[in-house]
């Protein structure tokens, strides 16, 4: 039977997935300053058997007609926030096993000072740490905060980190062999010379000659995550992660999705069970299918279309409400120009497959009202969410969810309380949560080190010799 593995999205912010969701009386998310409201939350998720709280993270923040938006100050959409990174350290010190996953873009920083960053946090969390690779969210923004006139086109900013993650895992792997730090007060060595290895590297984006600093952590490489469906991002993820989110509609499309990832996983040598596959899912689960169903009512009345369109205009750069509502969004080519370059697996959703119509920027406006950038949703009682995750799992060939709160932290309480001891009981989740790295809880396998069939051992150490 297959286990199912759980992690939870999170921002460092008022609210999760761009919907509108602080000023109700079950969030406590306006404390998103203040370290204990995210070590409850930490300790919650440690002590009910979740494997990692998943932070995204950014620079960017909605922008329509280049500026930003008056009701995403006043609802809180996507903006503010706070750097969750820094959160880490702290939330490792107080939990036993939960693993920690933050974002990070192949865009902006120098490939070294990430994987010095990452490096340091695996240390400081004892191998807890992923690493959320994105190659450009709300790129537009970014690009102007930065100082630069542009961003690279979607799939060119995918080119590019590819090369970026090269290097990164040529840092980790190949710097270091295992045993060269010593650190032999009585010998007086610290570091073994003759184990360390000049690292020089030359590609199209990025260049690096030297030494890394930072000696081997225990997972060495993080545990790599993804995100994105689009065409491209699914080839990214199989070649490159060892955790994917897709961006799950429907059963039909997710478990296309993650065939297609599995077969591309596959075709490049890798072992296609080896990449886990999860979806964003919103669950609102009481003690009885009313409750639930009353709960979630009261988070659908506080969106609006305002609210939509200003997500929308965030992560693609498209104002919906500026668009004809009665076409689709090819009504964007009238101009001349492409239908965006930032959030395209948000684009290509709505843009009709397999025979199916595209949907009018009516009809996407009404599906994300309440959902915004949120996977699957659910609305049950205990019994009904578990046989839910149960079918998705054996229908889909996914490994697992990653919990997308309305309200934080009450939606998480409701769901360790009621849901955890049901999956248990049917033996989806361990009866005892797991520990050791995050590497080993999430991909189920002894070892901390990347496996043997991931691209990144070929910068190894061993490997180069």
Known sequence: MKQIHLGVFEVAGPQVGGTLSWPHPRSDSLRYHELDFWIHMAQLLDQAGFDFLFFADGFGFPSIDGDLPELAARGGINFPGIDPALLIPVLAQATERLGFVVTSSTGLDHPVQTARRFATLDHLTGGRIGWNIVTGASANTVAELFGHSTMKAHDDRYDQADEYVDLAMTLWEGSWEDDAFIGDKESQVLVDRSKLHRITFEGQHFRSTGYFTVDPSPQRTPVLFQAGTSARGRAYAARNAECVFVQGTTIAATKANVADIRAQAAALGRDPESVKIMVGLTVTVAETSELAAAQRKEFDDLQTDEVVAVLYAGNTGIDLLALDPDRDLTQLHDDGGPIGQMGQSNIDRFMGKNGEPALTVREILDQLRGRGTRGLQLVGDPIEVADELERLVDETGLD?????????????????????????????????????????????????????????TKFSVTSAE
């Open 400 to 456: 697992g969810f990653l919990l997308e709160p309305i309200f934080a932290p009450a939606d998480l309480e409701d769901f360790a309380r009621l849901v955890v001891p049901e999956l248990r009981r049917r033996g989806r989740m361990p009866a005892a949560a797991g520990t050791g790295t995050l590497r080993e809880q999430v991909l189920g396998r002894p070892g901390a080190h990347l496996s043997a069939d991931h691209p990144g």
